[in-house]
Each structure stands twice: as structure tokens, then as C-alpha cells.
């Protein structure tokens, strides 16, 4: 099983909450209203991938965290 590193551009992150109903073991949204990572291993990996491919804002960028390799834009 591939662990990954999430990470949310808050600056760029509109709170559509797509990547909430996507990956809901993996997305929620905080007190803003924005996407937070809440398990990053929550869901299966090509579930968060498609749940970043899905962001209207390409806010969410993911890595494999063994390698560092960016997956995800």
C-alpha cells in the first residue's frame, strides 16, 4: 500500500468539497470552510488521486511520502 504526503494550497482552495465526497476517509472540511487532510491513508490511493484531480482549483498536490515523488499535479 503506497502512504502519501497531502498537501492543501489554502490560498488557492475554494471549500467545493469535492475531494470530501471523493475521499471522505481522507477530506474534510475545517472551520474555514476549506479542504483539510484528516487521514492520509484514509482512503485508497487512487481514490485521493482522483480526489485532487477533481479540485476545481488544483489546490491539492500529493506526494508519495516514502520517495518524495509528486504524484499529483
Known amino acids: 500500500m503506497r ?3 497531502i498537501e ?3 490560498h488557492r482552495c475554494v ?4 475531494c470530501v ?3 471522505p476517509r481522507t477530506f474534510a472540511l475545517n472551520e474555514h470552510g476549506q ?3 484528516t487521514d492520509p491513508e484514509g ?3 487512487e481514490t485521493v488521486l482522483e480526489a ?5 482549483t ?4 500529493v506526494f508519495d511520502a516514502d520517495t518524495g515523488e509528486q504524484l499529483f499535479p
Open 8 to 10: 492543501v494550497d489554502y
Open 35 to 37: 479542504s483539510a487532510v
Open 21 to 23: 465526497l471523493t475521499a
Open 58 to 61: 488544483m489546490a491539492i498536490t
Open 43 to 45: 482512503d485508497p490511493a
Open 3 to 5: 502512504r502519501l504526503r
Open 15 to 18: 471549500g467545493s468539497s469535492i
Open 52 to 56: 485532487a484531480e477533481g479540485c476545481p
